[in-house]
């Protein structure tokens, strides 16, 4: 048989070989063992020590692609979170920001209601003496009117009893 020639890399292909060399071997009568063709036997095996480094090389290779892959994907993945932490931490500001903001508005609120209805009191306290006064002052007047109605009453009766008399 003729030496098999087979790209360096392909290891499975060259083992494929050894054992059809193997198999392909003459039975030594009356023993387990078998006569092969040496120089073919050898030659595959120097193929497959040349294509073994090759595998290992091709192996790393992916593996460091792999490697390489991995170390992306977790930096991608830590940025990605201390990204969504940067979000977190600013929506939290933002929350604490509308909350200070709304408990102001509401003390705000409370504080004009509270002013409000402290100006309505005050405003009902007012109306009431100025109404009181006024009814002083409007019994005053009444009782002036009262008066001058009686005096002119007065006056006239007395006129007539004089207009009588004469």
């Known amino acids: 048989m003729t030496p098999v020639i087979v790209e360096p890399v392909d290891v499975l292909y060259l083992l494929d070989q050894l054992e059809e060399v193997l198999g392909a071997g003459s039975r030594v009568p009356l023993t387990s063992r078998t006569l092969v063709d ?17 595998e290992i090389k091709a192996a790393k290779r992916l593996t460091d692609q792999r490697d390489q892959v991995v170390a992306d994907a ?12 940067v979000q977190v931490a600013e ?5 604490h920001l509308v909350r200070s903001a709304e408990a102001r508005a509401a ?26 006064k006024l009814r002083e002052q409007i019994a005053q007047v009444g009782g002036t009117v009262d ?12 006129e007539q009893q004089l207009a009588d008399r004469v």
């Open 147 to 158: 008066r001058g109605i009686s005096e002119l009453e007065a006056r006239g009766a007395h």
């Open 107 to 132: 003390d705000i609120q409370d504080r004009a209601l509270q002013q409000a209805a402290d100006i309505r009191r005050e405003a009902d306290t007012y109306a009431h003496r100025v109404l009181l």
């Open 38 to 54: 040496e120089p073919e036997i050898l030659d595959i095996i120097d193929q497959i020590r040349l294509s073994i480094p090759e």
């Open 91 to 95: 929506r939290l500001g933002e929350h």
């Open 74 to 85: 977790r930096a991608e993945a830590d940025r990605i979170l201390r990204d969504a932490d």
